[in-house]
């Protein structure tokens, strides 16, 4: 056996192997890096690895069997040992695996350091609050109607309007600051909350022709008045009164800001057309009753066509309201309004992100493959723009998303939920694209949130499907069960089936035989019935209507369900929708690629690697 290893070391074969082991290693390293760059499908690495597994006996039989001299290749058995070069072939061999180990490392390293497509952007720094910050929370009503809260509200934003524009200033979101309406939580925690360090709220007094506004600006650290003040005018001068205290607390922060200017636009001359328009952006904002947030953004436009806001939100309104959320109007008609009023109002007003938001993602869902790049373009345009509203970079995210690039849609994500945190929809959708990323706890992390929220049950369904096909189908009906108090009362009996039915296969074989295609059309709960059972024929039955539609393509590219997206069938939905025209001009997802089958024109994403 001595004898043995001693030849083994004379001929180099243990050099030979150990040199083969970390030059196969590299070669498979750059490929699994560069291939999935050009959509090369999955086996072609696959081949890679299996022939360098392969080539490693031979190539230790080579080693035992020649040796390379200066005349070339001789065999061992020809070369005398005064002859032998194999000292020397050795200690270059040592180099060379010196060198190769290092560029191994450095790959690691690499890997390490620079997220690949299912890496988890790095958190950035905690950074201690500015002093230049401020919140304005809901104004509370205090007028004789109750009705009139839109009233107070749309008071509060329009001084947060006026503060976004000034210079240096951080303010929270109105999302996030309108969340505590109502709320008993203390104001410094409200402030930590939402990473600020100064708070204005007040209230509304409206009867008849005369308004009484009282605000008091707050310092959150020591939980004191740094201002207070009452104006009791005519209608006619809320503008000026909107001007001087937005005034008041540039003085207040002067030391922190260094302004002390600040001018308010008057948006209309007509105050009943203002009135209708603070009382239809309030609907637009809480999506309820979004037909008499439409009526009174008609009504404002009617009033006034040269009044650029309310063309804005009467597109925005109108945009959701096509889309999907309830309404008694035929719905190709605001599909057709929105745009227009878009349009209308960037001719008023060039600035108004809502109406760049409203038109970029108009253009993108029309199914044409120009029309969704310039979409994407303009949503880009009004994420960037947008200082208080996160609409804009949530839709852009959700796009990319929908399109099936996870990795560039999850900045927008990031950055909308960093900047509003206490949104659901925010959290929600973020946890989709971790999910989408191969990262289902983060995913749940996030829904979660959404779900104590009270929010909608969606995202959590999403999640739960990829824990179940994941293998882990307890905390699937865990999770459908924190979600189930926010899926609609006549629902809940078929939910509590379906958890039943997740770790048994019969009751699943039971459960689809007793809940064919189209007994529920519109919903999205047989969706995901049909997706976690595997139930294909229900899945592509149901993919007509919204609900079900929307459920499908937004579940579509979790790594569970890479059987929906290759199936051919997936693929002619998308070509119905422009985005395999998209993706003909500006590439396929990562991992995916159009192949040819029997069964019909398909995606292959075999490369795709979760």
């Not at 696959?46 to 080579?62: E, K, N, Y």
């Not at 209308?344 to 760049?356: D, I, W």
């Not at 997706?531 to 294909?536: G, N, T, V």
């Amino acid at each position: 056996m001595a004898d043995l290893l001693g030849e083994l070391k004379r001929r180099n074969v243990f050099r030979v192997g150990g040199l083969y082991v970390v030059g196969a290693w590299l070669i498979v390293q750059v490929a699994e890096t560069v291939l999935p760059a050009f959509d090369v499908p999955g086996w072609v690495l696959r081949a890679i690895i299996v022939l360098l597994a392969i080539g490693f006996v031979p190539a230790l039989v080579f080693a035992w069997l020649f040796e390379l001299t200066p005349d070339g290749l001789k065999r061992d058995t020809e070369v005398s040992p005064e002859q032998s070069m194999a000292p020397v072939s050795g200690r270059r061999m040592d180099r060379l695996m010196l060198v190769g180990v290092l560029a191994l490392l450095g790959l690691l390293l690499v890997e390490w350091f620079w997220p690949s497509e299912g890496a988890a952007p790095a958190l950035a720094p905690a950074v201690a609050t500015s002093d230049a910050s401020i919140a304005v929370l809901p104004f509370v009503n205090m007028s004789p109607d109750a009705d009139n809260v839109f009233f107070a509200d749309g008071i509060a934003e329009e001084l947060l309007n006026v503060l976004v524009g000034i210079e240096g200033l951080k303010v929270a979101s109105r999302t996030s600051a309108f969340s505590f309406r109502d709320s008993a939580t203390p104001i410094p925690e409200i402030a930590r909350l939402l990473d600020v360090r100064h708070v204005l709220e007040g209230s509304v007094r409206k009867q008849g022709q005369r308004v009484r506004i009282t605000a008091q600006l707050i310092h959150a650290d020591s939980d004191t008045h740094l201002w207070s003040q009452t104006f009791e005018r005519d209608l006619t001068d809320i503008f000026r009164v909107q001007e001087e205290i937005a005034r008041a607390i540039t003085t207040a922060l002067e030391d922190v800001l260094g302004v002390r200017r600040v001018s308010v636009t008057q948006p209309t001359a007509d105050l009943v057309a203002y009135e209708r328009f603070l009382r239809g952006r309030s609907g637009f904002y809480q999506r309820v009753g979004l037909d008499a947030a439409i009526d009174d953004l008609e009504f404002a436009v009617e009033r006034d066509p040269g009044f650029a806001e309310a063309w804005a939100f009467l597109a925005a309104a109108s945009h959701v309201a096509s889309a999907g959320w309830p309404t008694e109007r035929d719905r190709d008609v605001l599909r057709a309004q929105a745009p227009l009023a878009a349009d209308r109002a960037l001719a008023l007003n060039p600035g108004l992100v809502v109406a760049l938001a409203v038109k970029g993602d108009w253009l993108f869902r029309e199914g044409d493959p120009v029309q969704m790049a310039e979409g994407l373009r303009l949503l880009e345009q009004a994420a960037d723009r947008a200082a208080a509203d996160t609409s804009a970079r949530l839709w852009l995210g959700l796009s990319w998303l929908d399109l099936g690039f996870a990795q560039r849609a999850l900045p927008h994500l990031v950055q909308a939920q960093a900047r509003d945190p206490l949104v659901p929809i925010n959290n929600g959708y973020l946890g989709l694209a971790h999910a989408t990323l191969g990262r289902v706890e983060e995913g749940r992390r996030l829904v979660l949130r959404a779900v104590e929220a009270s929010a909608q049950a969606f995202w959590a369904c999403v999640i739960a499907l990829e824990l179940a096909n994941g293998g882990d189908p307890a905390a699937a009906a865990d999770l459908l069960g924190a979600a189930r108090p926010l899926v609609a009362a006549d629902d809940r009996e078929f939910l509590d089936r379906l958890i039943a039915a997740l770790d048994d296969a019969s009751k699943q074989t039971v459960f689809l035989a007793a809940n064919a295609p189209g007994a529920r059309q519109g919903r999205a709960l047989p969706m995901l019935a049909a997706l976690m059972f595997r139930d294909s024929g229900t899945v592509f039955g149901l993919a007509g209507p919204q609900a079900s539609y929307q459920f499908m393509t937004s579940s579509s590219w979790l790594p569970s369900l890479r059987w929906v997206r290759e199936d051919p069938r997936f693929l002619a939905l998308m070509r119905e929708r422009g985005i395999v025209g998209f993706w003909d001009m500006h590439g396929f997802p990562p991992g995916c690629r159009p192949v040819d089958d029997p069964a019909g024109r398909r995606l292959d994403c075999s490369g795709q690697v979760r």
